[in-house]
T-cell receptor, first 112, second 110 residues
Framework: DAGITQSPRHKVTETGTPVTLRCHQTENHRYMYWYRQDPGHGLRLIHYSYGVKDTDKGEVSDGYSVSRSKTEDFLLTLESATSSQTSVYFC???????????FGSGTRLTVV | GQQVMQIPQYQHVQEGEDFTTYCNSSTTLSNIQWYKQRPGGHPVFLIQLVKSGEVKKQKRLTFQFGEAKKNSSLHITATQTTDVGTYFCAVSGGYQKVTFGTGTKLQVIP
């Protein structure tokens, strides 16, 4: 979908290393979200943001931190990657938080 | 947070057959959203239902919100191979965020 990009698209990293995933939007939407998707678990919310420097935890936030210093960028950081964090990570944006979400193309992260 | 049960988990149909997936909640929902994710792709928003008993159609897709606002269904008439993917429902899980169901994976056999 136009207006939201994630980088990198793929990453392989070693256990214990820090990793940062980036979500960039050009829609000027207030709300941004990070989800992880794993087989059998669907999409689970990690963290979300409701404005610049305003963030909150989701249901699976342990081991993750986020930052939003600009409206357009929402960063997800794994401080010390573990194999359990191997997953596909999706960023999503929403104008009001109650309308449909627009998802990025995802980042496939493998922790070895 | 809000929990939803989505059934079935998997569905295989012959091309041309109909398909239905259901989303059920034990509590009253304020609204429900439906998404489709193609294999290897990302979720794409299809529709949002808000009103009790609401029915919306998008070509061969019919979305329904239960009268008690505790369940919803997505029905596809005469499936095509382009319908292949996983269909998710999503419900409000608190302040301006949604909780996704586990999805129904649809396979269409040509």
């Amino acid at each position: 979908d136009a207006g939201i990009t994630q980088s990198p698209r793929h990453k392989v990293t070693e256990t214990g290393t820090p990793v940062t995933l980036r979500c960039h939007q050009t829609e000027n939407h207030r709300y941004m979200y990070w989800y992880r998707q794993d087989p059998g678990h669907g999409l689970r919310l990690i963290h979300y943001s409701y404005g610049v420097k305003d963030t909150d935890k989701g249901e699976v936030s342990d081991g993750y931190s986020v930052s939003r210093s600009k409206t357009e960028d929402f960063l997800l950081t794994l401080e010390s990657a573990t194999s359990s964090q191997t997953s596909v990570y999706f960023c999503a944006i929403s104008e009001t938080g109650r309308d449909g979400y627009t998802f990025g193309s995802g980042t496939r992260l493998t922790v070895v | 947070g809000q929990q939803v049960m989505q059934i079935p988990q998997y569905q295989h149909v012959q091309e041309g057959e109909d398909f239905t997936t259901y989303c059920n909640s034990s509590t009253t929902l304020s609204n429900i959203q439906w998404y489709k994710q193609r294999p290897g792709g990302h979720p794409v928003f299809l529709i949002q239902l808000v009103k009790s008993g609401e029915v919306k159609k998008q070509k061969r897709l019919t979305f329904q919100f239960g009268e008690a606002k505790k369940n919803s269904s997505l029905h596809i008439t005469a499936t095509q191979t382009t319908d292949v993917g996983t269909y998710f429902c999503a419900v409000s899980g608190g302040y301006q965020k949604v909780t996704f169901g586990t999805g129904t994976k649809l396979q269409v056999i040509p």
